[in-house]
């Protein structure tokens, strides 16, 4: 029989990790301004003189919209206490 080692216990017990309140809160407010200040620039009109948009503004919008959804989703099961969707 072999003894195990710290290693053999160290990998079969990976560390938790969970998002907190405050990691939570802070996410959700980066991704609003990211939502807010690309949404800001992407409805400008165009500058032809400058040449074309080298940056999706519209998607990045989206996307950050979409993680602040899946944020404040996060947030509702955190602070009520209950995950979502419920199994029964």
């Known amino acids: 029989m072999r003894p195990q080692t710290a290693c053999a216990t160290a990998r079969a017990t990976p560390p938790a990790i969970a998002m907190d309140l405050s990691l939570t809160l802070t996410l ?9 200040f690309s949404g800001w620039r992407g409805a400008r009109p165009p500058d032809l003189s400058k040449g074309p948009r080298m940056a999706p503004w519209r998607f990045i919008m989206l996307v950050a ?18 995950t979502y969707p419920t199994s029964y």
């Open 65 to 82: 919209a979409a993680l602040a959804f899946l944020l404040l989703i996060h947030l509702a099961s955190t602070v009520g206490g209950r």
């Open 28 to 36: 959700l407010a980066v991704s609003v301004a990211v939502a807010v």
